[in-house]
T-cell receptor, first 115, second 116 residues
Framework: KAGVTQTPRYLIKTRGQQVTLSCSPISGHRSVSWYQQTPGQGLQFLFEYFSETQRNKGNFPGRFSGRQFSNSRSEMNVSTLELGDSALYLCASSSGGTGQSYEQYFGPGTRLTVT | AQSVTQLDSQVPVFEEAPVELRCNYSSSVSVYLFWYVQYPNQGLQLLLK??????LVKGINGFEAEFNKSQTSFHLRKPSVHISDTAEYFCAVSDLSTGGGNKLTFGTGTQLKVEL
């Protein structure tokens, strides 16, 4: 089985621009979660999508948004980029299932640099 | 809100020596516990998980962890480390209070450095 794939792997953007990151989960997995990793704040949960619906949300401003498609692929969007948005963005997939927590499998991440 | 504390930010150890990476969590409800490893410029790889049952959990690469509910701890151990174990290790918790889902709360990580 192919693992979680994320595109692009590296991205450089300018303050004020917007960016879209993509994640393809493991085949058969219906849950996709997004995390931000920075040296200062560590790993922080952004949001989770399950069957095209946002199921959980972290404490990030509305500039951070996401969606999930019918094939379980997910995208996250960050609008009006700030320097502090520079981070490694990790996507994780799991089989999901209401009321249960399953182990998550992470992709290699997208390294976003905002200048 | 949950929190996860990894008491050691860095742990140096000689090759073939045993190692323990400590993790404590705060939660008044049932939890699932995980250890992940991250090699440079890579994503996170699941080492092991505790969902229920036996409190001693065995994972990949010779790692194991013990769930201690009374001490709210989930320490990771390996009896003999190899140079290739040099990486950052993250403890994570997912609680079941809000239906669980897949929201992981991570600790700040422990950098394990194995020296010859």
């Amino acid at each position: 089985k192919a693992g979680v794939t994320q595109t692009p792997r590296y991205l450089i953007k300018t303050r004020g621009q917007q960016v879209t990151l993509s994640c393809s989960p493991i085949s058969g997995h219906r849950s996709v979660s997004w995390y931000q990793q920075t040296p200062g704040q560590g790993l922080q949960f952004l949001f989770e999508y399950f069957s095209e619906t946002q199921r959980n949300k972290g404490n990030f401003p509305g500039r951070f948004s996401g969606r999930q498609f019918s094939n379980s692929r997910s995208e996250m969007n960050v609008s009006t980029l700030e320097l502090g948005d520079s981070a490694l963005y990790l996507c994780a997939s799991s089989s999901g299932g209401t009321g249960q927590s399953y182990e998550q499998y992470f992709g290699p991440g997208t390294r976003l640099t905002v200048t | 809100a949950q929190s996860v504390t990894q008491l050691d930010s860095q742990v140096p150890v000689f090759e073939e020596a045993p190692v323990e990476l400590r993790c404590n969590y705060s939660s008044s409800v049932s939890v699932y516990l995980f250890w992940y490893v991250q090699y440079p410029n890579q994503g996170l790889q699941l080492l092991l998980k505790y969902l229920s049952g036996s409190t001693l959990v065995k994972g990949i690469n010779g790692f194991e962890a013990e769930f201690n509910k009374s001490q709210t701890s989930f320490h990771l151990r390996k009896p003999s480390v190899h140079i290739s174990d040099t990486a950052e290790y993250f403890c994570a918790v997912s609680d079941l209070s809000t239906g669980g889902g897949n929201k992981l709360t991570f600790g700040t990580g422990t950098q394990l450095k194995v020296e010859l």
